[in-house]
Nanobody, 124 residues
Framework: VQLQASGGGLVQAGGSLTLSCAKS????????IGWFRQAPGQEREGVSC????????YYADSVKGRFTISKDSAKNTVYLQMNSLKPEDTGIYYCAVDWPLIASNCRPSDFRSWGQGTLVTVSS
């Protein structure tokens, strides 16, 4: 499994960014893919996850209504559209895959394949 995350950057509060995660090395629908973030001094947390088996989505309470996860099957890419960004959204964002699917959730511990992080900085 290979995951390539991109799209991070510096943005002012209230702005938007779209993160991309290009995936390869596995097939089928028996997987979950998600975005996780880690702020300095904090544990990694699940931001948003998509379970392809039943097309369900998960959003952390802190991002509901602002972030949207989506998938482009033709491009083998998953996106995270982030709107109305806040300084507390700052962190390193990682995409990860749980394949074959073990647990239908968005807990970092259940995701076994990780891409490199992309830094998102939201200035106030």
């Amino acid at each position: 499994v290979q995951l390539q995350a991109s799209g991070g950057g510096l943005v002012q509060a209230g702005g938007s960014l779209t993160l991309s995660c290009a995936k390869s090395g596995f097939s089928g629908h028996d997987y979950a893919i998600g975005w996780f973030r880690q702020a300095p001094g904090q544990e990694r947390e699940g931001v948003s996850c998509f379970i392809d088996l039943d097309r369900s989505t998960y959003y952390a309470d802190s991002v509901k209504g602002r972030f949207t996860i989506s998938k482009d099957s033709a491009k083998n890419t998953v996106y995270l559209q982030m709107n109305s960004l806040k300084p507390e959204d700052t962190g390193i964002y990682y995409c990860a895959v749980d394949w074959p699917l073990i647990a239908s959730n968005c807990r970092p511990s259940d995701f076994r394949s990780w891409g490199q992080g992309t830094l998102v900085t939201v200035s106030s």
